[in-house]
Every structure is written in structure tokens, then in C-alpha cells.
């Protein structure tokens, strides 16, 4: 099992710029989150999903977009990526029932 | 909404003990911990449901007080490898909703 796969692992975009974080898993997990991690501000969940059609706002939902079309894929689109956007993001997924998220490496984007 | 988290900081010796806490304003369905070491992805620890306490590792347990909104993650005698950053997460509600908010998170560094 390749667990959660993130892609790319590094990004730079331009002020106004968009683009699209992959995230994939191969677990048949039902839930999947988007989180960005910024230096001393720990986990913010952006948006999340508990199946596959079905996505929610998080804490700072503002200025991604999320889909989930099929059960293995949670993409997170940047509509126009401003500086205040740059962040790790982290990709996670877990099944039902008492089970913990399993993480991706993550995404390290820098908006100039 | 975000679980509180204390201390915000420890610094232990190897074969000391810690205690972290996490509380929440707010009535909890289930509690994750995670630890997070440096340019790494967050890894599960346990989960607490209401109504239940789980141990995720031999020395490494935690609790968690429904009337109180509090959890507690215990680790006896520390190692080297348990520094990082603990976070805790709280799904809020009354069901299992898919949303989990951390806390800020507790850095901890064990020195021989």
C-alpha cells in the first residue's frame, strides 16, 4: 500500500496564479481532510470530505475549492494563490469507526 | 472552537514522565493524539471515544473526561525519540462528523 500520496512535494507559484494539490489514497478510506500547517499555528482544516460527493468547509476554507468524485482522490484547487497562502499542506484520510488519519509528506507551496 | 492545549511547551530527561493536556469548550464525541517530528507528517497516536478510553502504546496512554471536555496524554519514562510535537484533535458534536479541529499543539524535547 502506498498509504496517501501527495503531489508535488514542492511548489512555487506567482501572486494570482492557480493550481491544483493531488492527494490520493489506496485505503477505501471514507473520510479525507485537507490541512495547512503554518510555523507556530499548528493544524488549520481547510475542507474536508466523508465520502465520495460529499465535501465541507473547515476553519479557513477561504480561497481553496475541494471535489471528490471518486473514493481515492481529494484534490485542493487554489483559485488564485496570494502570498498569505504559503504553507505546508498536509492531505490525510482515515476509515470509519475509531481509526486515526493517515498523513501524506505533505506539500511545501510558497506564493511570491 | 480549537481544543486548548498545555503547556505549550516541555523539556524533559530521558526517564522522566509528562503529562499533556487538551480541553475543549465545547461537548466531545471522540479525542485523537498525533506527534509530529520536525519536516515530518503528524503520525496517529490513539483515539478516545465518549464513552471509552483506548491505549495506543505501552508507555504512551491517555484519558479523557467527558463532563470535563478534557483529555490528557500520559508518557512514562521519556525517551529520546518521543520529542517532537503533540497535537490533539476533538470532533466535536454528537456524532462521528469526519471534522477534526487540533489544538495548537505541545512541543517536547527529552535530552539525555
Known amino acids: 500500500n502506498a498509504g496517501v500520496t501527495q503531489t508535488p512535494k514542492f511548489q512555487v507559484l506567482k501572486t494570482g496564479q492557480s493550481m491544483t494539490l493531488q492527494c490520493a489514497q489506496d485505503m477505501n478510506h471514507e473520510y479525507m481532510s485537507w490541512y495547512r500547517q503554518d510555523p507556530g499555528m499548528g493544524l488549520r482544516l481547510i475542507h474536508y470530505?466523508?465520502?465520495?460527493?460529499?465535501?465541507d468547509q473547515g476553519e479557513v476554507p477561504n480561497g481553496y475549492n475541494v471535489s471528490r468524485s471518486t473514493t481515492e482522490d481529494f484534490p485542493l484547487r487554489l483559485l488564485s494563490a496570494a502570498p498569505s497562502q504559503t504553507s505546508v499542506y498536509f492531505c490525510?484520510?482515515?476509515?470509519?469507526?475509531?481509526?486515526?488519519?493517515?498523513f501524506g509528506s505533505g506539500t511545501r507551496l510558497t506564493v511570491v | 472552537q480549537q481544543p486548548v492545549q498545555s503547556p505549550q511547551a516541555v523539556i524533559l530527561r530521558e526517564g522522566e514522565d509528562a503529562v499533556i493536556n487538551c480541553s475543549s469548550s465545547k461537548a466531545l464525541y471522540s479525542v485523537h493524539w498525533y506527534r509530529q517530528k520536525h519536516g515530518e507528517a503528524p503520525v496517529f497516536l490513539m483515539i478516545?471515544?465518549?464513552?471509552?478510553e483506548q491505549k495506543g502504546h505501552e508507555k504512551i496512554s491517555a484519558s479523557f473526561n467527558e463532563k470535563k471536555q478534557q483529555s490528557s496524554l500520559y508518557l512514562t519514562a521519556s525517551q529520546l525519540s518521543y520529542s517532537g510535537t503533540y497535537f490533539c484533535g476533538t470532533d466535536p458534536g454528537s456524532g462521528n462528523t469526519g471534522k477534526l479541529i487540533f489544538g495548537q499543539g505541545t512541543t517536547l524535547q527529552v535530552k539525555p
Open positions: 470530505s466523508v465520502g465520495a460527493g460529499i465535501t
Open positions: 478516545l471515544l465518549k464513552g471509552g
Open positions: 490525510a484520510s482515515r476509515g470509519q469507526g475509531a481509526s486515526g488519519y493517515t
